[in-house]
């Protein structure tokens, strides 16, 4: 089973939820398997101009978008003395950070 962690430890380094993918690799180095895919969502913008009768106007109604957004999941397998770490990037950003069974 795999449980949410705050960070994770590179050294005296630490990665936390919001860090960039090249922060990630300058302190934990390449990870050991990563996955890529994207993802449609529908997301809310409240910043598209509404049409009115009278003239172009900002309208703060929410539109909804279809956003194509890119998810990453790198694992890090620090060997027998530690867990293996799960990260999610979304988009560049981590989003999650998770541990799971014994390295190897």
Do not use: Q
Request: glycine content about 8%.
């Amino acid at each position: 089973t795999l449980v949410s962690a705050i960070g994770l430890r590179c050294g005296n380094r630490l990665i936390t939820v919001g860090d960039t993918k090249l922060k990630v690799i300058s302190e934990c180095g390449a990870p050991d398997y990563k996955e890529e895919w994207v993802e449609e969502r529908i997301m809310r913008d409240f910043h598209s101009p509404a049409y009115s009768k009278d003239y172009y106007e900002w309208d703060r109604e929410p539109f909804l978008v279809k956003t194509l957004v890119k998810i990453e999941e790198w694992y890090y397998n620090f060997g027998r003395t530690r867990l293996i770490h799960y990260l999610r990037f979304r988009n560049g950003k981590l989003i999650r950070i998770t541990i799971g069974e014994r390295g190897y």
